[in-house]
Nanobody, 124 residues
């Protein structure tokens, strides 16, 4: 099992920045990639970014390219999501997830482990 705990959410004005963290523990050696998935009220969960643990390859959804940056600290077993130029439509609960599959993917069904999420609210 892999346990994931997110932090760093909060309330920010449009145009501002936040950095989310996702600390992992347990059988982290089995993790191939980590992803971030926001879910806004009344909407389905979406994909914004993923990173491969080894090598650091990244994959972004088009709406966040140039605004969000995913990174990882292997020594701390932690993944980060730096979010800049935030917009009200970025408001959501952001969950991180861990995949054991050997592919960097936006498909949430490929992620086996999930955190509880952290709330991000962007005011206009």
């Amino acid at each position: 099992q892999v346990q994931l705990v997110e932090s760093g959410g909060g309330l920010v004005q449009a145009g501002g920045s936040l950095r989310l963290s996702c600390a992992s523990s347990g059988r982290t050696f089995s993790v191939y990639a980590m992803g971030w998935f926001p879910q806004a009220p009344g909407h389905e969960r979406e994909f914004v970014a993923a990173i491969k643990w080894s090598g650091g390859n990244t994959y972004y959804a088009d709406p966040v390219k140039g605004r969000f940056t995913i990174s990882r600290d292997n020594a701390k077993n932690t993944v980060y999501l730096q979010m800049n130029s935030l917009k009200p439509e970025d408001t959501a609960v952001y969950s991180c997830a861990a995949s054991r599959g050997m592919v960097l993917t936006p498909q949430e069904g490929r992620y086996a482990y999930w955190g509880q999420g952290t709330q991000v609210t962007v005011s206009s």
